[in-house]
DNA sequence: CTGTTAGCGCCTTCAT
DNA sequence: ATGAAGGCGCTAACAG
């Protein structure tokens, strides 16, 4: 059976209060005690009931994950990245998917925060951006931290890369390889990163004196199928273009495919180019040139700022931190 | 802020008692009474805390799935499976990654227990098999369901398809094609399927009176890199197979990228055939043939029968699932 | 059928 | 610097 901190107390010969005050690494605790203490949690092996904690305290040590995206890889990589912040620090995540779309999900993130006793949420998008969501966190007073939010930039901490910059970059960068007729693949319509993207893009395009044709930007859903079928039907235009950007690894790795079935060379015949939100284009397409969107460092920054927060008060949300290309940069808020 | 017990009871002019009882479909309790709580129960948008009926009551609705896998589409299956389930049946999931490899990994599955009140736990592979895990379980003495376990079949109820039948049937229909030399990649050595699988095919070979070529069966660890190698090893040894068997899915997208890499055409040059475990295959490589894993409904077969038991005390346990393809058959175990 | 009385394991005042 | 007492929200015997 698990042992409960009053076995630790008799066997360290102090109260429960003193085990409570080594356990919260509260001051006032003699350093003598406090080894014995610590010993005596070692050798029973002693670990804390996340639930009489959360009863108990007003804390839980317990954050919430949310996220409802189409790509495994994405949810695979804010999983990775938050979890891997939370151990250090022995919070524990709970990861929930939900449905932006949903007439519940009100009700649902309610349901969940007055089930689970969280100290905080980290919403990814498109949640980053679910008014409900935000009004539901917002009404229970959670600190929450959101990952690449669009709008609204000021309600909460934010972790996020300059997607317009970024698109414009690899736009840029085909240019430069002396392509002008170039297809575009937009990204899921509920994520506000696909518009950023897309802006980039375009106004790559206009630097440089290229037209926009309508028929070279196709909607996509940031899924394989999306990319693929989007794919196929520029690959099939009488003229197709000699590059095609698609907006994620997902519908990149698509792209990729439809060429591959049609018998075209890549890059021979068709440039490939996109974002590499999960790594997944490391794998599926190295060759190609991507602008990699670190994901698992954006929820393990997310992690840390949420948690700095629950136990700093608050204080340290007032940073924010800004992932460009491969530079780290943190800067603080004008608050 | 969460509304408790008592408000509801005050709301409904009942005791807490009552209202626990309404909670948890417990009988003896008038309809009209039942009623009225339920009523000032949707009213208030009660829900139970979590953490306080762990404490005081020995359920806490709360089940772990264990997993350990490279590939994110077979987390996300599992992971959505499971909650599937859960989520019908009013429980909460908790998603842990665990290093089966790890010195720790006996230490962090106790701490997991400790911490958390939980009903029971699934294992998925590797973890099915992990000897450390399991004595932890058994110590515990927490319900536990495995998903395609290798060994020690009757110490837990499992979930799983005939691996060996079905490696043998996709081989069989390889040979039928015509194939005589067929490379085979083999999975990750840690999982039991890997070996099933390679049995399978090596029967099919035998009976159909194929000598295996050792060349032709290389090592893979069920993700894309391993399978994009082991398949440039065999498409360009001097004499090639016509045909490749992946183990998975992630190995035969792997597969199928050297292949267009090379410019053979696939199936032209190439058949590629394989396991689908996670869905990846219906994606990457729809016109091939493989034998669809329903790994989904596995986890959500597992779910049920981990929840089932918790409810009836562990008589449910006695069943155990057997899906075969797209067949679902239901047998008693001798017990 | 319903209510009363104790805790579950821990944190939190308050004393000392 | 430490301990005693009370309670978090709920369930679990007991009475009625």
Known sequence: MRSTIREVSAAAGVSVTTVSRVLNNEPYVK?????????????????????ARALAGQRSFQIALLYDNPSPYYIYSIQTGARA?????????????????SAD?????????AETHLDGVILSPPVSD?????????RS????????PGGSLDISPRVFIDDEAAAERITDHLVGLGHRRIGFIIGHPDHVASNQRLTGFRRALARHGIAEEAELIQQGLFDFTSGHAAGRRMLTMARRPSAIFASNDDMGAGVLTAAHELGLAVPGDI???????????????????????????????AAKMLIDATDTGGQQLDFE?????????QQRLKS
Not at 105 to 113: P, Y
């Open 141 to 148: 007073n959670l600190p929450f931290v959101r990952i690449a």
């Open 85 to 101: 912040h939370c151990i250090e620090r022995g919070f524990r995540v709970v990861f929930q998917e939900c449905d932006v779309t």
């Open 130 to 138: 679910s008014a409900e969501v935000i009004a539901a966190l917002q």
């Open 271 to 301: 440039a490939i180019a996109g974002f590499d939100d999960t790594d997944l284009a490391r794998l599926v397409w190295p060759p190609l040139t991507t602008i990699r969107q670190p994901t698992r460092e954006l929820a393990h920054a």
């Open 31 to 51: 350093p003598a005690t406090r080894r014995r203490v610590e010993e005596a949690i070692a050798r029973l092996d002693f670990r804390p009931s996340v639930a």
């Open 105 to 113: 999900l009100a009700r649902d993130i309610a349901g969940l925060l």
């Open 321 to 329: 931190l800004v992932i460009r290309g491969s530079t780290v940069a």
